[in-house]
């Protein structure tokens, strides 16, 4: 007998959801999962109960296309926009901490938090060209950005697990490790 025999799905339909194509992430205290769909529209559940725990109203109707939890408990959530806005939340107050501007015409490919929770990684994406950002979360400032030119798009982010190095993948099948400086505002 298979494995897929063992997996037995469960659906888990938010009153809220509004939208297709959910993207998902799973928070850090392993109970919550976020979803974000096509309409701008957040939903949270508690997945050990299977309930949901609340709605994040759409900051942009073009939809999310990244979603990852950070801060120092998990508390903040960051939602990324098909016009390149990014939208940090915080999940103790279902409040809009502020949004962080990635340039015209670009789309949010990827985010990730490095393990502290303390730097976002933003890569987005445009026709000819695209960045990866990286944002102190505790402030709401630049720490600067990195751009392709006649490069295939940046569509994968991730920390190493002690921090200092950022991974990159794109759709040209490369992967690329970037040494992170340390910031003394960050801690990382």
Known sequence: MGYHHRIRPRPLHHPAAVGRRPVLDGGQDG???AAGYSSG???LWNIAEDTPIA????QDTAGVTALAFGGDDGDILAAGSNTGSTYL???TS???ITTLPSGASQQVKDIAFNPAGTVLAVATAATSYSY???WNTAEGTSLGARQYQAEPAVFGLAFSPDGPTLATSDYGASAYLWTMPRSPSTGA
């Open 55 to 58: 709605k994040l109203p759409a």
């Open 41 to 43: 529209v957040i939903c």
């Open 94 to 96: 279902d409040g809009l």
């Open 132 to 134: 990866v950002h990286l």
């Open 31 to 33: 109970r919550t999962l």
């Open 89 to 91: 939340w915080n999940l």
